[in-house]
T-cell receptor, first 109, second 119 residues
């Protein structure tokens, strides 16, 4: 079956770095997406990886290893506004997105 | 960047009535739009895939006669919740995708969501 795993909840300190992992097993692979979702709002796009390696975008970076079925989202210089849920999603062989349950990130002062 | 709008943002209705939610891609053409439902503290649940000019494809367990989807143009898809009941109260989110070569999904843009409360 298709499966995406990510931790349910993580806690980090303002100004620190946090890494959110995502492992996946899907029928086919057409890219991995990371989304940020604040409570009560729709998700917003953060990153897209289709090739192995690290993609950096400001304070956020995303890494992909297709052979390991593994990705992580790295958030640096954490700010209170980064408190949100982070969703990992994989495009399968039909180009539909398979969603993880999301990781709730709590930032403490 | 691409923008997707949704209307209304919030709706309260009586049990038994129907509610229509609009999803528009504002600055790009979206041949495919998705409708999601999200319960509190849960991930997105795909309800259906809406393709312009053809019938929507519904996920298993989603009643197509209850959740009517129409994708009449390349920039508009509508979801109508017919004969709404309190259990239909949820956060409904639409999205539209941009595609690259060979139809590969590039990015999925989400509307702001519609919060439906059925009394």
């Amino acid at each position: 079956g298709q499966n995406i795993d990510q931790p349910t909840e993580m806690t980090a300190t303002e100004g620190a770095i946090v890494q959110i992992n995502c492992t996946y097993q899907t029928s086919g692979f057409n890219g991995l997406f990371w989304y940020q979702q604040h409570a009560g709002e729709a998700p917003t796009f953060l990153s897209y990886n289709v090739l192995d390696g690290l993609e950096e975008k400001g304070r956020f970076s995303s890494f992909l290893s297709r052979s390991k079925g593994y990705s992580y989202l790295l958030l640096k210089e954490l700010q209170m506004k980064d408190s949100a849920s982070y969703l990992c999603a994989v495009g399968d062989s039909n180009y539909q997105l398979i969603w993880g349950a999301g990781t709730k990130l709590i930032i403490k002062p | 960047g691409a923008v997707v709008s949704q209307h209304p943002s919030r709706v309260i209705c009586k049990s038994g009535t129907s509610v229509k939610i609009e999803c528009r891609s504002l600055d790009f053409q979206a041949t495919t739009m998705f409708w999601y439902r999200q319960f509190p503290k849960q991930s997105l649940m795909l309800m259906a895939t809406s393709n312009e000019g053809s019938k929507a494809t519904y996920e298993q367990g989603v009643e197509k006669d209850k959740f009517l989807i129409n994708h009449a143009s390349l920039t508009l898809s509508t979801l109508t919740v017919t004969s709404a009941h309190p259990e239909d109260s949820s956060f409904y989110i639409c999205s539209a995708i941009t595609t690259g070569e060979r139809g590969a999904v590039e990015t999925q843009y989400f509307g702001p969501g519609t919060r439906l409360l059925v009394l």
